[in-house]
Nanobody
Framework: QVRLVESGGGLVQPGGSLRLSCAPSGSIKSMNDMAWYRQAPGKQREEVALISPAGNTRYADSVKGRFTISTDKAKNTVYLQMNSLKPEDTAMYYC???????????????WGQGTQVTVSS
């Protein structure tokens, strides 16, 4: 079964930047909304950014002006460019996609395993 695979997390100092990437582990038939979520210890998972197939985007208020979500449709890859990072951005970041997997005929929710982002001096 297709999975979403994230990369790009790590440790960065406040004010720094990171770019997260997410791509399916195998072939897919179609891709709809893609999004990034995050979950900090002791907190609920929250939507950080979403992008529609038409390229419309939505951001959490806490990241507006600092984060940018984008896609490379040729690679079925979604990115999250994170600038001016703050300690409160520290969390596990998860990729989400509403996809039709390569072996499926149905739309379904797909999640990645998460990539850790830590902002600390």
């Amino acid at each position: 079964q297709v999975r979403l695979v994230e990369s790009g997390g790590g440790l960065v100092q406040p004010g720094g930047s990171l770019r997260l990437s997410c791509a399916p582990s195998g072939s897919i038939k179609s891709m709809n909304d893609m999004a990034w979520y995050r979950q900090a210890p002791g907190k609920q998972r929250e939507e950080v950014a979403l992008i529609s197939p038409a390229g419309n985007t939505r951001y959490a208020d806490s990241v507006k002006g600092r984060f940018t979500i984008s896609t490379d449709k040729a690679k079925n890859t979604v990115y999250l460019q994170m600038n001016s990072l703050k300690p409160e951005d520290t969390a596990m970041y998860y990729c989400y996609g509403y996809l039709i997997g390569g072996g499926s005929s149905y739309w379904d929710d797909y999640w990645g395993q998460g990539t850790q982002v830590t902002v600390s001096s």
